[in-house]
């Protein structure tokens, strides 16, 4: 068993590629090399980020932590604040982010080895 306090995992900022809009940093906080099937991050969003329309290879599940954000599909788009979770199925074409006003987090979970890939918007 391992303990895992967020407050202990130092943020790490994200610049360009999948984000846009402001300022995007991860906390990597269960990684492969603590076990073979899922891995967890705390990702935060300064208002307005976001990530550009991607899709994952596996299912992802979100848990809002902070603040309003939006998922946004090709069907619609929900805004979501602390305690919602969010199940994304695998393929599907999504992006998530701040609101205008409001810093967001949450935390992601994926299977390992879960490859993004970025969609043309």
Do not use: C
């Not at 906390?27 to 090399?33: A, I, K």
């Amino acid at each position: 068993m391992k303990v895992i306090r967020m407050k202990d995992v130092p943020a790490e900022p994200v610049e360009g590629g999948i984000f846009i809009g402001g300022e995007v940093s991860r906390q990597p906080l269960v990684t492969e090399d603590m076990g073979p099937y899922f891995s967890m991050t705390n990702v935060s969003f300064s208002p307005g980020a976001r990530n550009k329309l991607h899709t994952h290879s596996s299912d992802q599940v979100l848990l809002v932590t902070a603040g309003t954000g939006i998922v946004a599909t090709e069907e619609g788009e929900a805004v979501v604040t602390v305690g919602d979770l969010v199940h994304i199925p695998a393929g599907e074409k999504h992006w998530h982010g701040a609101t205008p006003d409001s810093a967001f987090a949450h935390i992601s979970l994926t299977q390992v080895g879960s490859v993004g890939q970025q969609v043309e918007e």
